[in-house]
Nanobody, 119 residues
Framework: QVQLVESGVSLVQPGGSLRLSCAAS????????MGWYRQAPGKQRELVAN???????MYADSVKGRFTISRDIAENILYLQMNSLKPEDTTVYSC?????????????WGQGTQVTVSS
């Protein structure tokens, strides 16, 4: 059974910073791409940032220069460093990973974590 569990401080003031973590656990043979997504109420889920197993990274235009995605491959942990946060960054953030398990490979999702940017 594979699980992705997000964690991180959930409330920050505008202009502040926080770091989200996503830890993958279970019987994992390997992880290809991992990414962070966010979805505000009434809106479609959007890709925030994605990182491949060889370190190729892409960001949504709205977060370029402010957010940094990284991963600890040995520990199966994904990070999202969020700087210069804006109120419009407030929403639920979820991580995912394309994971190789016994006999198959598929996308797994975390449960999501609320990030609130407010004074």
């Amino acid at each position: 059974q594979v699980q992705l569990v997000e964690s991180g401080v959930s409330l920050v003031q505008p202009g502040g910073s926080l770091r989200l973590s996503c830890a993958a656990s279970g019987t994992i043979w390997g992880i290809y791409d991992m990414g962070w997504y966010r979805q505000a109420p009434g809106k479609q889920r959007e890709l925030v940032a994605n990182i491949t197993s060889v370190g190729i990274i892409m960001y949504a235009d709205s977060v370029k220069g402010r957010f940094t995605i990284s991963r600890d491959i040995a520990e199966n942990i994904l990070y999202l460093q969020m700087n210069s946060l804006k109120p419009e960054d407030t929403t639920v953030y979820s991580c995912n990973g394309f994971i190789v398990v016994t006999g198959s490979k598929r996308v797994f999702w975390g449960q999501g974590t609320q990030v609130t940017v407010s004074s």
